[in-house]
């Protein structure tokens, strides 16, 4: 099997897997970072997003072959020390319910918001899209995203 290097969260790791493993078990089962879901296996409901040189991708149908030197930052590397204006935004607004997709829908709203400081709301619908959640949050998702983005 192939060492991949990689640069997760602004650590360098040293995998020894397959290069069709997708790149969230690696993060989950050979680093140990579990903040980041399995929902779908596809790549169709956003449980999974992590960020590829800033921008979403997801991880459950990204292969670690492809990911080269980018940069790799999930949902425990977006704030160290404190939690992220998303993240504040998101228990202000009491987002979650079952929260299993919140990791996934917060990498999404990040992303966003270092691509547009000020979104709208069709903005926030067609960055959000890709995300599902079985719970129905998607209108204090909106909400806490606007309240977000007067931090960022």
């Not at 997801?58 to 992220?84: A, N, Y």
């Not at 990040?110 to 719970?135: Q, T, Y």
Request: overall charge positive; proline content about 5%; glycine content about 10%.
């Amino acid at each position: 099997m192939p060492i991949f290097n990689i640069t997760l969260n602004k650590e360098s790791y040293s995998v020894d897997v397959p290069k069709d493993m997708p790149l969230l078990w690696v993060i989950r089962d050979y680093i140990g970072m579990n903040g980041t879901k399995f929902g779908c296996g596809r790549g169709l409901c956003g449980a999974c997003t992590v960020h590829l040189n800033g921008k979403p991708i997801r991880s459950c149908s990204t292969p670690i072959g492809s990911v080269g030197r980018k940069k790799i930052t999930t949902i425990e590397g977006i704030s160290k020390e404190t939690l992220h204006p998303v993240q504040e935004a998101w228990v202000q607004e009491q987002v979650p319910q079952c929260g299993y997709c919140q990791s996934g829908q917060i990498m999404s709203a990040v992303a966003l918001l270092e691509e547009n400081k000020n979104p709208s709301d069709s903005d926030i619908d067609a960055a959000m899209i890709g995300n599902i959640c079985r719970c129905g949050t998607y209108n204090r998702i909106r909400k806490a995203i606007h309240i977000a983005k007067a931090s960022i």
